[in-house]
């Protein structure tokens, strides 16, 4: 796997760029991490605070450093707030896989932003990376999730206990 944070890969589409998180998305990540809906699906504590949304972002600085990550800020390019973060964790470097995740502001949900973030995402795990396979784990009641992973090319691996699934792309 290679895994070359150095500089950091910044990713550009049409519409986005998804570019390193830094302590000026401190108000976003406060924001998102807070939000009822995008926390609906996931399994972890709503920041509380501008402090844990600091610690958060200290915190994948130190996994960057690391090299244990990958985690994009999601910008329009027309505006270089955060409206959503998508990563790589988890790495397997035995078997070069890497676990993607991704949460979205709800006021862009339905817009097409994800599916443009994740398919350049991909594409960079699989030609940069050298990724022989990605995985996620989405509820199974996540239903806008699943829709795009299979969108995606992920299939279905495996339903896991506390109702998740594994869902596994693997390189063509």
């Not at 707030?81 to 790589?88: D, Q, S, W």
């Not at 862009?108 to 599916?115: A, E, L, N, T, V």
């Amino acid at each position: 796997m290679n895994i070359n944070l150095h500089p950091f890969p910044i990713l550009t589409t049409e519409r986005l760029t998804l570019r390193k998180l830094n302590e000026k998305d401190a108000d976003a990540i406060f924001r998102l991490r807070s939000d009822n809906i995008v926390n609906a699906y996931l399994d972890r504590e709503p920041a509380a605070s501008i402090q844990d949304a600091k610690n958060f972002i200290q915190k994948i600085e130190s996994i960057l450093q690391n090299q244990q990550g990958v985690y994009w800020a999601i910008a329009l390019n027309t505006n270089d707030t955060l409206i959503g973060t998508i990563c790589y964790y988890n790495f397997d470097l035995e078997n070069n896989v890497a676990e993607i995740g991704y949460e979205l502001s709800p006021v862009y949900h339905g817009q097409g932003i994800m599916q443009e973030a994740i398919e350049k995402v991909i594409r960079y795990g699989f030609e940069v990376m050298q990724l022989n396979s990605i995985t996620a784990f989405p509820r199974m009641d996540n239903e806008n999730s699943i829709k795009l992973l299979k969108r995606n090319r992920f299939e279905l691996d495996e339903a896991v206990e506390d109702n998740y699934a594994v869902y596994v792309l693997k390189r063509a």
